[in-house]
């Protein structure tokens, strides 16, 4: 069964500093991956996706992730972070059969924090 | 919105009430999802629907009853809850192309009392 790591329950990052949030995974086949945000009492929103092709994904409100196989990671980063970016991340992988998608394995999530 | 519109946002309920939540989806998706999520606990799979059949229920107590009458409509029918039930309840679509992605609704916020 494919299953999701992140080890960082919380974070705290000064504004305009660089962010990494750090993801593994366990899939025995190809992985798609995914990167969610979760501000309090909402919904998730998503924020960038992996399903092949390049390894570095671009996403919204600035992000990236980078998708390593060899480390079974694919962590989320952004260069200079807003107080507007403290919320939950999630990080997720689909299962995908032959009847269509099986739903999506998510991890404990990371909390960030942002100082000012 | 994210076209995922769940109903109602918020719901306070007593253990012997009988309750649904709503869920719909304006994306013409064909396989919708509900998730229970627990405070300090990772995100949990309940149910899934591929084209209005049920294809998982993980272990889920009976007192939670999901019901997908179309692929655009899905419903979780509550009965007898305990206040460990308690969670966010959030619901998702998603499509058999695989680039589309998943899509999730604002949740609904479900308290029992």
């Known amino acids: 069964a494919q299953s999701v790591t992140q080890p960082d329950i919380h974070i705290t990052v000064s504004e305009g500093a660089s962010l990494e949030l750090r993801c593994n995974y366990s899939?025995?086949?190809?992985?798609?991956l995914f990167w969610y945000v979760q501000s309090p009492g909402q919904g998730l929103q998503l924020l960038l996706k992996?399903?092949?092709?390049?390894?570095l994904v671009q996403g919204i409100k600035g992000f990236e992730a980078e998708f390593k196989r060899s480390q079974s990671s694919f962590n989320l980063r952004k260069p200079s972070v807003h107080w507007s970016d403290a919320a939950e991340y999630f990080c997720?992988?689909?299962?995908?059969?032959?009847?269509?998608?099986?739903?999506?394995?998510f991890g404990k999530g990371t909390h960030l924090i942002i100082q000012p | 919105e994210t076209g995922v519109t769940q109903t109602p946002r918020h719901l306070v309920m007593g253990m012997t009430n009988k309750k649904s939540l709503k869920c719909e989806q304006h994306?013409?998706?064909?396989?919708m999802y509900w998730y229970k999520q627990s405070a300090k606990k990772p995100l949990e799979l309940m149910f899934v629907?591929?084209?209005?059949?049920?294809?998982e229920n993980n272990s889920v107590p009976s007192r939670f009853s999901p019901e997908c009458p179309n692929s655009s409509h899905l419903f979780l029918h509550l009965h007898t809850l305990q206040p460990e039930d308690s969670a966010l309840y959030l619901c998702?679509?998603?499509?058999?192309?695989?680039?589309?992605?998943?899509?999730f609704g604002s949740g609904t916020r479900l308290t029992v009392v």
């Open positions: 629907y591929n084209f209005k059949e049920q294809t």
């Open positions: 997720a992988v689909a299962v995908y059969s032959g009847g269509g998608a099986d739903g999506l394995t």
């Open positions: 998702a679509s998603s499509d058999r192309d695989i680039e589309v992605g998943y899509t």
């Open positions: 992996y399903f092949s092709g390049d390894t």
């Open positions: 899939y025995g086949a190809t992985p798609y």
């Open positions: 994306l013409g998706h064909n396989a």
